[in-house]
């Protein structure tokens, strides 16, 4: 969860939402997102809405410690029941996130699940993930998310080169998010992803090469490959700034890309998204693919963010003062944007086309649907789709995504 909130109108007191916003729901998926904000220590690189325990010491007291946070967030899920009200939608897919949602017990993020479970249902074959850090699980910790329910485990292990993660001021040693992969197949996991980080300071071709191999090695089924952003206010933004560490360009980024993607495909990867990579269609991030294709999802714990029916809302960023509204029968929520068709046409562009399906051009306006016709022109989009009546992208297009997607949302 970023951890700077956007602008918007207030949010209700009890969290109501417009009577339009549940109108078709039944056409479309329910997700939890449960972001869990505390971490050991601050990554270098990371712009989340995430806390250390001496970040918290002083402010916001008991509230905001985790020792009762997983209550405090059950208590968000029923209220999502309450704004849903006769909603009969069973949840497709939940997906904690953080922070170290690992932080916790496994029994906690056990008891978040079951509160889903509980006030909602679980759809039949729900996808229920969890991100880890490597050196906060073991063996027994996998083997009670496995039996509290959940089915999905993200590693962050960003890459295998110590001195990388040294800049990126990861604590994890290498070739411990490997071994953890043996450890959730062990535990009954059948889907089991690696995050991985491109374009550190300092990082080689080689060293990404060396960080690619030992993932694939692991033996996941979904690989997410992603550019290093370096976010203002972050602690490598300022060694940047003082010259400690070089700068990654542009080029560097595309390839690294293209090394990725030789590297995965060729061991069996696929891409059905810019940035994620998986052995089959089970395989795939089926929450994330909820948030690129606009559908429903509730977002709680603190800085997390919401959208239901063209609705899209944030909860307020501190974990004492989340807690504090919800002890008072408050919504946590800070603020809140009803979206209009323009920009739900303007978001489905920007999401879809980073899709192996693409977006329909029937989406674009004249402007976009000009800009389509050079792109596929200067071999950015697939000819076969597009004469489908679909804007595919090619792997050029990928590497250019972000332009395109500015050209075409015209």
């Known amino acids: 969860m970023?951890?700077?909130?956007?602008?918007?109108?207030?949010?209700?007191?009890?969290?109501?939402?417009?009577?339009h916003a549940l109108d078709g729901a039944g056409q479309r998926p329910l997700g939890f997102y449960l972001h869990v904000p505390y971490c050991a220590t601050r990554c270098g690189y990371c712009?989340?809405?995430?806390?250390?325990?001496?970040?918290?010491?002083?402010?916001?007291?008991?509230?905001?410690?985790?020792?009762?946070?997983?209550?405090t967030l059950a208590e968000e899920i029923r209220l999502a029941r309450k704004v849903l009200g006769d909603d009969p939608r069973p949840v497709e897919t939940v997906f904690i996130g953080g922070g170290t949602p690992t932080l916790l017990p496994a029994a906690d993020l056990g008891r978040?699940?079951?509160?889903?479970?509980?006030?909602?249902?679980?759809?039949?074959?729900?996808?229920?993930?969890?991100?880890?850090?490597?050196?906060s699980v073991d063996p027994r910790y996998l083997a009670e998310l496995r039996e509290a329910g959940f089915n999905r485990v993200s590693f962050g292990m960003q890459s295998a080169r110590q001195h990388v993660l040294k800049i990126l001021d990861r604590t994890h040693t290498p070739g411990r998010p490997e071994a953890c992969v043996a450890e959730a197949r062990a535990a009954g996991f059948d889907h089991v992803n690696l995050d991985l980080i491109y374009g550190t300071p300092g990082e080689t071709d080689d060293d990404w090469r060396a960080s690619l191999d030992a993932a694939v090695g692991a033996g996941p089924d979904h690989v997410s490959a992603y550019a290093l952003i370096v976010e203002e206010g972050t602690q490598l933004a300022r060694r940047i700034r003082r010259g400690e560490v070089p700068m990654t360009d542009d080029d560097v980024h595309a390839d690294r890309y293209?090394?990725?993607?030789?590297?995965?495909?060729?061991?069996?990867?696929?891409?059905?998204?810019?940035?994620?990579?998986?052995?089959?269609e089970a395989g795939?991030?089926?929450?994330?693919?909820?948030?690129?294709?606009?559908?429903?999802?509730?977002?709680?714990?603190?800085?997390?963010h919401s959208h239901v029916g063209g609705v899209r809302w944030w909860n307020v960023k501190h974990?004492?003062?989340?807690?504090?509204?919800?002890?008072?029968?408050?919504?946590?929520?800070?603020?809140?944007e009803v979206l209009p068709e323009e920009d739900r046409r303007v978001e489905r562009v920007l999401l879809e086309l980073r899709l192996v399906d693409g977006c329909p051009l029937s989406l674009l306006r004249s402007a976009g649907a000009a800009a389509a016709a050079r792109a596929l022109e200067d071999?950015?989009?697939?000819?076969?789709?597009?004469?489908?009546?679909?804007?595919?992208?090619?792997?050029?297009?990928?590497?250019?995504a972000d332009a395109v997607v500015r050209d075409l949302v015209d």
Do not use: K
């Open 112 to 135: 978040m699940l079951a509160a889903i479970r509980d006030e909602f249902g679980l759809a039949p074959g729900a996808e229920i993930t969890t991100e880890a850090n490597p050196e």
């Open 284 to 304: 795939r991030c089926r929450h994330n693919e909820l948030y690129w294709r606009g559908a429903d999802w509730w977002g709680a714990g603190p800085g997390a």
């Open 47 to 71: 712009d989340f809405n995430t806390y250390t325990a001496s970040e918290l010491r002083g402010s916001g007291g008991a509230l905001a410690s985790r020792d009762n946070y997983a209550d």
């Open 379 to 400: 071999g950015l989009l697939q000819p076969g789709p597009y004469e489908d009546g679909r804007a595919v992208l090619t792997l050029r297009g990928r590497l250019l």
């Open 2 to 19: 970023p951890s700077v909130l956007p602008d918007g109108e207030p949010m209700p007191e009890d969290g109501a939402l417009p009577r």
């Open 258 to 280: 293209l090394i990725a993607e030789d590297t995965l495909s060729a061991a069996g990867f696929a891409w059905y998204e810019v940035s994620n990579w998986a052995t089959s």
């Open 319 to 336: 974990p004492g003062a989340y807690a504090q509204a919800l002890a008072e029968g408050r919504s946590p929520g800070a603020g809140r």
